[in-house]
């Protein structure tokens, strides 16, 4: 706020802003003045993480000054001049793993930071080791966030993330006994230099009370909300850094705290103790994060969680608002508000609270600015993940949020009736509120109504969202307000860091970096696939990143692979949906079928390594048990003498975003295998395919538009198409049809206690048969198994291999966030780059 600075002063102001170099020099002295400051340690007390911390201090200097400049000047927050239309990304979770070695790659200081690092007496590898992922997320919703956030800051985007700085985020994973056991995840023990606590900005929260009406001034009935209940938000700031650029923005996390005033009340009448206590619960809020994918918890802790942050951001975005004097008509032209998924639904009707209650605007006005302002992304259709909120508990914690969804529902059922009077069936198949026991707020619904558009996150899924759960609403608003956005990953990530000997052979060929930003450049490739010299390249950094993947493997199971072995690998969460269970049955299949042959027939097999990873929801116990399973299995055939490297079984403990970037660029294969019409989309299907693997796996989510793009050489599709797959649940569920002869076989083994205690296993084995086998494994085995097959004989021909590798590579560019990130601001936002 130089600007209001007086003269004199202002000549100071500038005369010591004197920007930091990035020569070696420079960095390495910085490097040393965090040491002895910041963290008051001296050479002679420093280890690899003091080194990392320093050096984490020395890059973030870098970034807040990026930040303020991108904040200040860029969007003119403090001038009002440029003054752009934003967009808010309002995510319950951002999995956004490491930061350092992303931040030095964005601003192109990997170089210099390697030297000085090294001067110091470190090796930068071993610093980046020692960064702790920022885990605030479940999986692939947190992580699409993450990567968004990336292609906002690389496109020069202005925009914000908003979320919860949870002191907990999803659990660790440890194995023992075969089992998952799940530790805290307090990440945040010693400080986090990736953010900035702006302690100065905090937002009062209301919760519980009651409401009181009262007339205005103009006679007219208004409504107040008395809350019986507040908590600070105060505001913890990431800067997201965008790659070869400056631009650098950000994401707000909400902390929540007591409020700055004690309760006097209870202070006064000495009981102390209860006033600490109410400070405490407050706390509570932003403690843990839900550890549940596609899965809804009923639980008022969560409900809390989200009103506090919906209302901590919508606040602090009207705030800014209102800075700019424009009349709230103007509101959506300068804001654009993306729901990623129900979680942020509140949002609408505190906009309403606000706009009607506190503003004083007409329902009408204040619902056509709701309306334009918000977007809404659906990432599932999963019946269990859709959330419903009782209504009493609604009424409980937020009573004036009631009844505006009440309200908001009672307006739009009237439109309906009007449009199609007298179907009263339609009505209550429409309403905001289901009419169970209690009854419940549907939050799609009241997203649906509340957005100007709704989209699904691919092809396929955007369709079955119109066919199936807002099928209804397509009659009652219209099919423009639903549209397709398939998501995409940051290349910047998912490729240059995470395979930088791959990245730097791209750029070597291609001449340029250029394709980290316009990733469709990697067709370049394509005219390479076949030279043999280029392929030999390629396959020796696949070998180099599959030697990198078995040193872990080591280091954390004490499993020895054989890197010359076809690396199969399946990571992402443990659902039934997403069939872990049909590969580890394949897996035994295999073992069996290769325990027959004898010496001449195994000379003919291809080696493989089944690589497995991923966390089951806690309460998960189907979920829990398959990781048990899989366990016992690697351990009868890892230890099978007769068996050697012809077959290895592995769980890689804690699979999280830091892990993935060493598992990813070694995959040959990769399997994306769920129930057809059950994964929305799927993103690491993307981030394999990029890194030069062909994929296993079944019709469905994005793994359709990634054969449409790289061919069918490239890709082993199987099993049930999603139109077939209601027919196929009715006929499992009543005929009695025999189970696949195979699978009954493999599922002997398990029963006659090949692979320990049978009945451990019982209950999973229950779910195909007396189950009626829900997600159909048993009706996609036997081609799963073909397919299983032509993956073996594919990958003796190396050299077709090799350019089978290449094209995959070279033909995702369209699987960019960045692609994705310009659709959603044209189409949705209508945002332009700052
Ligand atoms: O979102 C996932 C889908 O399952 C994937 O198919 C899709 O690719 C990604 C991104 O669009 N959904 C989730 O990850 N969902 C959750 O993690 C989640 C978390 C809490 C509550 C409900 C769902």
Not at 37 to 53: E, I, S, V
Not at 72 to 97: A, C, M, N
Request: charged residues 25%; hydrophobic residues 40%; glycine residues 6%.
């Amino acid at each position: 706020e130089l600007a209001q600075v007086p003269s004199e002063q202002k000549a100071a102001w500038e005369k010591y802003t004197v920007p930091e170099g990035n020569d070696v020099d420079s960095i390495a002295r910085s490097i040393v003045h965090h040491t002895t400051t910041t963290l008051a340690r001296t050479p002679y007390n420093m280890d690899d993480f003091g080194g990392y911390q320093a050096t984490a201090h020395s890059v973030r200097d870098k970034l807040i000054q990026d930040w303020n400049e991108t904040q200040q000047v860029r969007y003119g927050w403090y001038h009002t001049i440029k003054d752009p239309k934003r967009v808010y990304y309002l995510s319950l979770e951002f999995l956004l793993g490491r930061a350092m070695d992303n931040a030095l790659l964005a601003r192109g200081l990997k170089e210099p930071y390697t030297e000085a690092t090294k001067q110091l007496g470190f090796k930068i590898e071993d610093l980046l080791e020692e960064e702790r992922d920022a885990a605030l997320g479940n999986g692939g919703l947190g992580r699409l966030a993450a990567c968004y956030m990336d292609s906002l800051a690389t496109l020069d985007y202005p925009a914000w993330g908003y979320g919860l700085r949870y002191t907990y985020g999803i659990f660790q994973q440890k194995i023992v006994d075969g089992y998952q056991n799940e530790v805290p995840d307090y990440w945040l023990t010693y400080d986090n230099p990736w953010e900035l606590p702006r302690l100065d900005i905090s937002i009062e929260v209301p919760f519980y009370g009651h409401v009181s009406k009262y007339s205005d001034e103009n006679g007219r009935t208004r409504h107040k909300w008395e809350a019986g209940e507040i908590v600070q938000a105060v505001a913890y700031d990431v800067p997201i850094p965008g790659f070869d650029t400056n631009n650098t923005i950000n994401i707000r996390f909400w902390s929540s705290k007591p409020r700055k005033e004690f309760d006097l009340a209870y202070f006064n009448s000495g009981d102390y103790n209860r006033a600490v206590e109410d400070q405490k619960k407050a706390e509570n809020i932003t403690s843990v994060l839900y550890p549940n994918d596609n899965h809804m918890v009923g639980k008022e802790l969560r409900l809390k969680q989200q009103y506090f942050w919906v209302c901590a951001s919508l606040h602090d975005i009207l705030r800014r608002f209102k800075k700019t004097d424009r009349p709230w008509s103007e509101f959506p032209d300068q804001v654009a508000i993306q729901l990623n998924d129900t979680h942020p639904t509140l949002a609408v009707p505190e906009l309403m609270r606000v706009l009607v209650d506190l503003e004083g605007l007409e329902w009408d006005e204040a619902w056509n600015i709701t309306t334009r302002t918000f977007g809404f992304t659906n990432h599932t259709v999963l019946p269990e993940a859709l959330e419903k909120w009782s209504v009493p508990m609604l009424e409980h914690l937020l009573p004036r949020h009631l009844q505006i969804i009440f309200d908001i529902n009672l307006y739009f059922l009237q439109t309906v009736e009007k449009s199609f009077p007298n179907d009263r069936d339609l009505l209550a198949t429409v309403s905001i509120i289901e009419e169970s026991q209690p009854q419940s707020v549907r939050m799609a619904f009241l997203a649906v109504i509340a957005s100007h558009k709704v989209n699904g996150v691919a092809a396929l899924h955007s369709q079955i969202i119109k066919d199936t759960i807002f099928a209804p609403f397509i009659k009652v608003l219209g099919p423009d307000r639903f549209t397709n956005k398939t998501n995409g990953i940051t290349p910047r990530r998912w490729l240059h860091q995470a395979n930088p000997d791959l990245s730097n052979l791209i750029a070597k060929k291609l001449g340029s970096f250029k394709f980290l930003k316009e990733l469709s450049l990697l067709d370049g490739l394509s005219k390479y696939a076949n030279d043999a010299a280029f392929q030999k390249e390629w396959m020796d950094i696949k070998y180099k990143n599959k030697v990198r993947l078995t040193n872990l493997i080591k280091e954390r199971t004490g499993i020895e692979v054989n890197p010359n072995a076809l690396f199969d690998i399946q990571v992402k969460r443990i659902h039934e949906y997403k069939r872990q269970f049909m590969n580890i049955l394949g897996v035994i299949h295999r073992y069996a079928k290769l325990k027959k042959m004898n010496a001449a027939q195994r000379k003919e097999v291809v080696p493989r390594v089944v690589i497995f990873g991923g966390k089951a929801a806690p309460g998960y116990y189907i979920a829990k048990l398959v990781i048990k399973l899989i366990n016992s299995v690697g351990e009868k055939v890892n230890n099978d003498k007769d068996i050697g490297d012809l077959l290895k079984v592995v769980f890689i403990p804690d699979y999280n975003v830091s892990v993935a970037e060493v598992i990813i660029p070694a995959n040959d294969i990769s399997q994306h295998i769920s129930t057809a019409g059950t994964e929305a989309s799927g993103t690491s299907n993307m981030k394999f395919v990029l890194n030069g693997g062909l994929i296993l796996g079944t019709v469905d989510g994005a793994n359709i538009e990634i054969y449409e793009e790289i061919g069918d050489d490239q890709i082993f599709l199987f099993g049930a198409r999603s139109e077939q797959v209601e027919d196929l649940r009715h006929v499992q569920r009543y005929r009695n049809v025999p189970m696949n002869p195979e699978l009954q076989a493999v599922i002997h083994l398990i029963e006659n206690g090949t692979f320990g205690e049978p009945h451990i296993f019982q209950p999973l084995i229950n779910t195909i048969t007396v189950g009626k086998d829900y997600y159909l494994i048993s009706v996609d085995f036997g081609s799963y198994l073909e397919s299983n097959d032509l993956v073996d004989e594919a990958f003796k021909d190396k050299k077709a291999w090799a350019q089978k590798s290449i094209l995959c590579t070279a033909r995702m560019g369209k699987f960019s966030s960045d692609r994705a990130i310009k659709e959603y601001a044209e189409d949705i936002w209508n945002i332009d780059v700052s």
